[in-house]
């Protein structure tokens, strides 16, 4: 099928056909790869251009993976930020304000809230990959494309993250409290 | 301690804690679904622990899930206008920071 779109589609259909539809989690993973809205918009809008430069050459395989790829060699090149120092504290603070939890939730009462704050507090590594893989919803497959690590590595960092984002949570230290 | 003893034929603690987190976020591995499924309800701990994670992620994933509307909408005006008039100099695409 993606050869076939390749042989009979025009580039700009192609373009509105395979790239259109991914626009918003291009969108989502561009935030965890910026320090603000305005960076991740520059960088989906650079992606989006270089995508359409050369989607005449794209096989239509795997649509995600390419465009990924192109995002962060975008972003590499433009040394807007590195990586994995991904998304800051700021962006997770954003986030912890507008989330909402269900009530049902037992580990504590505030928890996505607490989980948020947790997860400010790991590793820039650790935090890259817990946030293209649980905010972002990514498959450890594109997550280790967007890092450029294999994707044990992906899984490793992720079992360590969640495991210290539990313990964090389980210390309960993770309400604003820093004498506790 | 019991609880790190094989469970009648099926998955110990340890080899469940191997697999959890391909298990908790549906990716392929070698694992049986069942196996670890029926494990997570007959051990409370690592039940208890694969809840904690589901919270997590459900945490996480509730915080990332929608993008701002205006810059949706940016986008989608530049997209329209990048298949309707193709690409200007590369320097044009860089325009939210003015």
Not at chain 1, 148 to 177: D, F, N, Y
Request: proline share 4%; aromatic share 4%; charged share 30%.
């Amino acid at each position: 099928m993606a050869a076939d779109l390749n042989r009979t589609i025009a580039p700009k259909d192609m373009f509105e056909e395979l790239v259109v539809p991914e626009i918003e989690v291009l969108m989502r993973v561009a935030r965890s790869l910026s320090e603000g809205q305005y960076e991740a918009d520059d960088l989906v809008q650079e992606t989006l251009l270089r995508a359409y430069r050369s989607i005449g050459s794209f096989d239509g395989a795997h649509v995600r993976a390419w465009l990924f790829t192109i995002m962060r060699n975008a972003n590499m090149n433009r040394r807007r930020r590195k990586l994995p120092s991904l998304l800051g504290n700021a962006g997770l603070e954003s986030f912890a304000e507008k989330s909402k939890g269900p009530e049902e939730l037992t580990m504590d009462a505030s928890t996505d809230g607490s989980v948020l704050r947790a997860v400010a507090q790991l590793s820039p590594k650790l935090l890259a990959v817990i946030t293209l893989v649980d905010v972002d919803q990514l498959s450890y497959e594109e997550a280790a494309l967007i890092l450029e690590v294999p994707i044990g590595t992906v899984m490793s960092r992720l079992h360590r993250s969640r495991r210290r984002v539990r313990a964090m949570l389980q210390a309960g230290h993770l309400e604003g409290k820093a004498d506790r | 301690m019991l609880e790190m003893l094989r469970r009648k034929g099926g998955l110990n603690c340890l080899e469940v804690a191997r697999i959890l987190q391909s298990y908790l976020d549906a990716e392929p591995g070698k694992y049986s679904v069942e196996s670890v499924a029926n494990h997570l309800q007959e051990c409370r701990r690592c039940g208890l622990e694969a809840s904690d994670y589901r919270i997590m992620k459900a945490s996480l994933a509730s915080a990332g899930q929608s993008v701002p509307e205006d810059s949706l909408q940016r986008i989608r005006e530049f997209t329209a206008k990048l298949i309707s008039e193709g690409p200007d100099d590369p320097s044009d695409a860089i325009s939210s920071e003015s």
